[in-house]
């Protein structure tokens, strides 16, 4: 599933390519993957927002296109105008639509928006400001907020019985750190995944929400993972994998230490650890 910064990073593209541009026509091709009134033609796009996975795209009648994109989801535009009519060479999608194109948006450039999605788990929503804000009022405060140390500390001592990783994979602890951001920030500051919040000091659990901003970061920088599905607003892929220390790197040697990382399972989901770097310290 794409995590925060990949989903800030199709919010950068659609920024660029969509803001400003009017809404022409829009195919809905699986009723699962639109939910709610289609009455968005001649509508224009004004901003794209991101908050934790979930991506608002503003329209100029004060409604908002809600997007998740769950677990296979795209959203990629074509045809646009800077690109010459086609998509770039380096695009990791062929020409759309194709058999994962679940709605098609067309835009007054002569572009379109596509909304792939192979599984149908994601999808789009047109909603009001209210509806926006009962979407996201449950989340936590995000990894990069300034404010967000003070939120994150109260939230994570709720869970003071959870493994650590558990704690931070809650969207309602913090928002937007999935499973590669969370076995990197683990990494960067020696915690185990498997040890209870309530045995962490503040200052790790500080530490903690700095190493998950800084590795988010770097991956908005790299234009977010390389992780199966995910592509930007272009169709392209990101490089954060090649530089990560120790997401899918089992068997391989530490970088800080030399011994070999392992995986194991934590909160039901595949961990990366370091046994010297992040040993486990029981409750």
């Known amino acids: 599933m794409p995590e925060l910064p990949e989903v800030e990073t199709v919010r950068r593209g659609l920024q660029r390519l969509i803001v400003g541009r009017t809404i ?8 699962k993957s639109f939910i709610g009134e289609t009455t968005v033609v001649g509508r224009r796009f004004v901003a794209t927002r991101r908050r934790a996975k979930l991506l608002l795209l503003d329209l100029d009648d004060n409604r908002t296109l809600a997007v998740h994109l769950k677990m296979t989801g795209q959203l990629v535009v074509q045809g646009n105008e800077h690109w010459g009519g086609g998509h770039p060479t380096d695009s990791l999608i062929g020409q759309l639509p194709d058999r994962s194109t679940k709605v098609i948006i067309g835009l007054d450039d002569g572009s379109q928006l596509f909304f792939n999605d192979q599984r149908i788990f994601g999808w789009i929503r047109l909603v009001s400001p209210a509806e926006v804000e009962a979407m ?11 404010d967000a140390w003070p939120r994150f500390r109260d ?3 709720r869970r003071t019985r959870s493994p650590i990783k558990a704690a ?4 309602e602890v913090v928002a937007g750190i999935g ?5 990197e920030a683990l990494w960067a500051t020696k915690l185990n995944p498997a040890t209870p919040v309530g045995i962490i000091s503040d200052r790790s659990l500080k530490r903690l929400l700095t190493a998950a901003a800084e590795v988010m970061t770097l991956s908005i920088e790299l234009g977010g993972s390389t992780d199966r599905n995910y592509v930007d607003a272009e169709g392209k892929r990101g490089s954060y994998l090649t530089f990560a220390q120790v997401f899918r790197r089992e068997g391989q040697p530490c970088s800080r230490c030399g011994k070999l990382i392992v995986k194991t399972r934590v909160a039901g989901r595949g961990t990366h650890w370091c046994p010297k770097c992040q040993p486990f310290i029981p409750g």
């Open 136 to 146: 996201t009022a449950h989340y936590g405060p995000e990894p990069m907020d300034d």
């Open 24 to 31: 022409t026509s829009i195919e809905v091709l699986h009723p």
């Open 168 to 171: 931070i994979l809650d969207q």
């Open 179 to 183: 499973n590669i951001y969370a076995d």
């Open 155 to 157: 939230r994570v001592h």
